[in-house]
């Protein structure tokens, strides 16, 4: 089993960069499953100037025992109104979660690039196709309205807990 | 021997008046001129001349041994008689200058005429005797400076050898023409000792300062000779030194000619070798200490790593774990960590785009896709070079 040991000794080393850069990255809360090293969970804050603004959205990372050779498996748990991910399984359409993936992401820069790609919505390659239209035929308050409606129902953390 | 004076005509000189002053426009002098002047015998008949006359008087095989110095002879002579005496020489009269202090533009004082005739004759002629005589002992003498230099029936041949030496050079200061060479002296007496064991010091520091020192004075001649393109002023070191300039007596037919375009081309030739020779004495000397302060700073930085670990990992307290997670933090400071497992790299292997990762690393990503993680452009396994013998 030497991918899943590599995979193992990566994932320990990212824990530890993680645990040691804590406080540097603060809209990142990035935790393992204490008995699963494969599990993870993400806390992301929704970036500022976007209908997601004050939004705390939580992902699921499941990590495959190839990792870092194939990419991490994520999604939103959080319900989000964005082209780009799945409105039902919260799937989100990255290329680099896909086709373009390198092992030289780390968990902690796929969140980043999650974080990225909520502020800016790419409309041609839609996986929430309403939302996708509205972006595409310039209805861009609609989008917001709808995105930040959203935003204040399942990712406020007032409402959720 | 004065017959011959007027084969003497210095070539630096020659070389003043026909880059200079030389003209036909010398109407009326011109005849009477040229007759002496086709009477002169090219360069190296001149330089022959002195050295026929000493042949003939003193058999061929000490003229060939004192060439140079019958050489000198001569010159100091020439210059005696003519600048020596307050007198024109020949290129002088033929063209209708005179030698004036720079200053004051008054005719030379005999103190002034004194040094001059010794910077265009004695001393380049011991400048010369040094360099080669520093040249041809350099290897005799890193045989020879282990044993102790005042004693010793072993080197008595060289010690005779010196001693011819020192004499040469004492009789190039004006006593050439006395050629019996006193090979009696007494080799041991304590003062001679003394010289020598200074000579032999300076001889063995010569070698390492002669080629700088050479090179000083050939960008110096060349120095000189850019601003005489520009000011016209002194042609050679010696006159600059000495301060005697040149004045024209008679009329001018012609105007002066500019050089400022030799001096230009001098000025951007001497500017290129003084800047290669900054670059190489100055600045690696600069770069050395500043690459020695860069490493204090690093070493600084890695003690502030290690004391940050400390405080931080509770479970880093044990010893040896201390000791990985400071290596780990050299490993982060550093390029040296793969960026694929995260750790200091092992069997570091680099990909055509240059980058670095581990051999196992990056052949298993190479399995999956043929592109460089960290930059997506393409190469094959086959392209992948280990470096066993870089130290990365
Ligand atoms: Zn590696
Ligand atoms: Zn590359």
């Known amino acids: ?161 | 021997m004065t017959g011959n004076l007027e084969v003497f005509q210095p070539r630096l000189e020659r070389a003043y008046v026909q880059a200079f002053l030389l003209d036909d426009n010398h109407d009326n002098v011109r005849d009477h001129r040229r007759r002496r002047r086709s009477s002169r015998k090219s360069n190296v008949e001149d330089a022959t001349a002195c050295h026929d006359a000493f042949r003939r008087a003193f058999g061929t095989r000490l003229a060939v041994t004192y060439e140079n110095e019958t050489r000198l002879a001569g010159c100091v002579l020439y210059y005696l008689l003519t600048t020596g005496s307050g007198l024109q020489t020949l290129g002088e009269e033929y063209c209708d200058i005179a030698q004036v202090a720079g200053s004051s533009r008054l005719p030379l004082a005999p103190a002034r005429r004194t040094v001059l005739v010794f910077f265009q004759t004695v001393l380049p002629y011991i400048a010369e005797r040094l360099s080669a005589k520093a040249a041809s002992s350099n290897g005799y003498l890193s045989s020879d400076t282990s044993e102790d230099l005042g004693h010793s029936e072993r080197a008595s041949g060289a010690n005779s050898m010196r001693h011819t030496e020192g004499e040469v050079s004492q009789q190039s200061a004006g006593q050439v023409n006395d050629s019996v060479v006193d090979r009696n002296r007494d080799p041991t007496s304590p003062c001679s000792q003394r010289l020598q064991s200074l000579w032999t010091a300076a001889l063995q520091r010569w070698p390492r300062v002669l080629p700088g020192l050479r090179d000083a004075f050939l960008f110096a001649v060349r120095g000189n000779l850019m601003l005489f393109y520009f000011e016209g002023v002194y042609y050679q070191l010696s006159k600059r030194v000495a301060g005697v300039r040149y004045i024209h007596m008679g009329k001018l037919f012609y105007k002066k000619p500019k050089y400022h375009m030799l001096g230009m081309f001098l000025l951007i030739q001497l500017s290129i070798v003084g800047g290669d020779w900054l670059r190489r004495t100055a600045l690696p000397n600069l770069a050395d200490s500043m690459r020695a302060q860069a490493m204090d700073q690093n070493f600084t930085v890695g003690q502030k790593g290690i004391l940050v670990l400390d405080e931080e990992g509770n479970q880093l307290l044990d010893s040896s774990e201390l000791g990985k997670g400071a290596s780990e933090n050299m490993a982060s400071n550093g390029s040296s960590k793969c960026s694929l497992c995260l750790s200091p790299r092992q069997s570091p292997t680099a990909t055509p785009c240059g980058h670095v990762f581990c051999w196992n690393c990056i052949i298993d990503w190479c399995n999956e896709k043929t592109e460089c993680p960290l930059c997506r452009s393409p190469m094959l396994q086959s392209d992948l070079v280990c470096m066993y013998n870089a130290d990365v």
């Open chain 1, 1 to 161: 089993m030497p991918t899943s040991l590599a995979s193992r000794a990566r994932l320990f080393k990212e824990y530890k960069d993680v645990q040691r850069e804590k406080s540097a990255d603060t809209d990142i809360l990035l935790t393992c499953d204490e008995n699963n090293i494969y599990r993870w969970t993400a806390h992301i804050k929704g970036p500022a100037e976007t209908p997601y603004q004050e939004g705390i959205f939580q992902l699921s990372i499941n990590v495959p025992e190839q990792y870092p050779l194939v990419p991490p498996q994520v999604r939103f748990l959080t319900k989000v109104f964005h082209p780009n991910v799945h409105f039902k399984t919260g799937e989100i359409c990255l290329d680099i979660l896909k086709t373009a993936w390198s092992p030289a992401w780390t968990l902690q820069s796929v969140c980043r690039a999650i974080i990225a790609l909520m502020a800016h919505p790419e409309a041609d390659s839609p996986l929430n196709c309403d939302c996708g239209n509205l972006l595409r035929s310039g209805d861009l308050r609609g989008y917001q309205s709808m995105a930040r409606m959203y935003t204040r129902l399942a990712a406020s953390p007032n409402v959720s807990h």
